[in-house]
């Protein structure tokens, strides 16, 4: 599969987690944002086999901090959209001698070195999906090579993405989790190795953040939740 690489697109602080507004301030919002992107590049760089991590993004915070952890740095334009720069990078980076890339949202708290290292091993070129638990998004999309489909983010994308391979008869799979064991009437499957769990669940709503907080690990971002008292005030409220 040649180089491997990572993408990771991330918001800028005003525009991430903005389905929290009603229970963590903008501060709150983007403190946890920046945990969360942490936690995920910690995972991404503990892979075997990934040649490097790339953030994507145009705020100078996140910036820095692809800077910090030694990422690479891929500037969007926001007229782009997530789909039209996600497709940029790619293309930037098969130009860099990647051979694989997978994007991977930065609002992943339980990811593990171990989800994305199942991922690869179910990866055989082509397309491999990881749909989010809830709502159909992508939680995970694997290319072989980078730019073998047009992203297609946004509501039922995991469908969508799919169905892009399928119409460029390009080989595709899927990989079920233990939330979202199944796509019905997709027309293609690849059962995981083991259930890439750490992709199940991305933090979009307040409910999310409540499943965090109960969580008995959940790395840097539940432990943000834990010591700056959110998750002792969404506690009280229930």
């Known amino acids: 599969m040649g180089a491997i690489w990572a993408l990771l697109p991330v918001k800028a602080p005003g525009q991430a987690k903005s389905r929290l507004a009603a229970a963590l301030d903008e501060d709150e919002r983007a403190s946890l944002a920046r945990h969360l992107t942490r936690g995920v590049i910690t995972a991404l760089q503990g892979v075997?086999?990934?040649?490097?991590?790339?953030?994507?993004?145009?705020d100078p915070q996140a910036r820095e901090l692809a800077r910090e952890?030694?990422?690479?740095?891929?500037?969007?334009?926001p007229a782009l959209g997530?789909?039209?720069?996600?497709?940029?990078?790619?293309?930037?980076?098969?130009?860099?001698g990647a051979g694989t890339v997978i994007i991977v949202p930065a609002d992943l708290p339980l990811l593990g070195a171990a989800d994305v290292e199942a991922l690869l091993a179910a990866h055989a070129g082509g397309v491999t999906v990881v749909p989010a638990a809830s709502?159909?998004?992508t939680n995970a999309l694997a290319m072989t090579?980078?730019?073998a489909i047009p992203c297609r983010y946004g509501p039922d994308s995991a469908r969508l993405h799919l169905e892009a391979a399928r119409q460029q008869g390009i080989p595709a799979r899927y990989l079920a989790t233990a939330e979202h064991p199944g796509l019905p009437?997709?027309?293609?499957?690849?059962p995981a190795p083991g259930p890439p769990a750490g992709f199940a669940r991305d933090l979009d709503t307040v409910d999310d953040v409540r499943w965090l907080c109960a969580q008995p690990g959940g790395g840097a971002a539940r432990q943000y939740l834990e010591d700056s008292g959110i998750c002792a005030r969404l506690r009280a409220r229930d």
């Not at 952890?69 to 334009?77: E, I, M, Q």
């Not at 009437?185 to 690849?190: F, I, R, S, T």
């Open 48 to 58: 075997r086999g990934i040649t490097g991590v790339a953030l994507l993004g145009s």
């Open 69 to 77: 952890a030694g990422c690479r740095w891929l500037a969007d334009d």
């Open 135 to 137: 709502d159909g998004g």
């Open 185 to 190: 009437g997709v027309w293609c499957q690849a």
């Open 82 to 96: 997530l789909s039209g720069n996600a497709d940029a990078a790619l293309v930037t980076l098969a130009a860099a």
């Open 145 to 147: 090579p980078p730019g």
